[in-house]
């Protein structure tokens, strides 16, 4: 649905870009921030955000998505609610950053991924840090990681696809004109 990501990246430009002297999470600077929250956690844009996802990873075959909390859980909510909508069946999970130390004390939460081809998700990615955290926490779950999908790439995909994954990404810096 191209009118979907055309929109999206509209959305995108709109909200998310904000420009300036930043640190991103890595720890590199940058002279630009992209903040998808800005549209994942927004009630126009985050409908997109899903529908955008699933078509970029339509040829993969899994049926539950999540990664590291925070970044990717909107971004899970949104594909699963995108998939619901065309009448079909995903799960999501958050991969917590560390495993809890009281109740279930589980590290992955949501349905069970043992055994079930899953997706990892992530809003951006400048070094892949966060979503090859949630991929070996996923892997030591029993779940088989069949790939990893960003919304914008900025940077990650080396990183991914020297661990052997298939790596989507919805746009990236050129399409947003960064």
Do not use: W
């Not at 998505?65 to 079909?88: E, F, I, W, Y």
């Not at 799960?91 to 917590?96: L, M, T």
């Not at 997706?119 to 951006?124: G, I, M």
């Amino acid at each position: 649905m191209s009118n979907d990501r055309d929109a999206l990246l509209a959305q995108i430009k709109d909200k998310a870009v904000v420009h300036g002297k930043v640190t991103l999470s890595s720890g590199k600077e940058a002279d630009y921030y992209i903040d998808l929250r800005r549209i994942t956690l927004d009630g126009e844009a985050a409908p997109l955000v899903g529908r955008v996802m699933l078509d970029a990873t339509s040829h993969l075959e899994y049926d539950a998505v999540g990664g590291l909390t925070l970044g990717a859980d909107p971004v899970a909510a949104s594909m699963l609610h995108a998939a619901a909508a065309r009448g079909q069946k995903l799960d999501a999970f958050v991969v917590r950053k560390a495993g809890k130390a009281h109740g279930l004390q589980r590290r992955i939460e949501g349905p069970e991924v043992k055994g079930r081809r899953v997706l990892a998700v992530e809003d951006t990615s400048t070094t892949g840090g966060s979503v090859l955290t949630a991929v070996e926490a996923l892997r030591e779950a029993g779940a088989e990681v069949v790939g990893v999908a960003v919304i914008v790439e900025r940077g990650g995909a080396d990183a991914v696809q020297e661990q052997g994954l298939e790596y989507v990404t919805a746009y990236t810096l050129d399409d947003l004109s960064l």
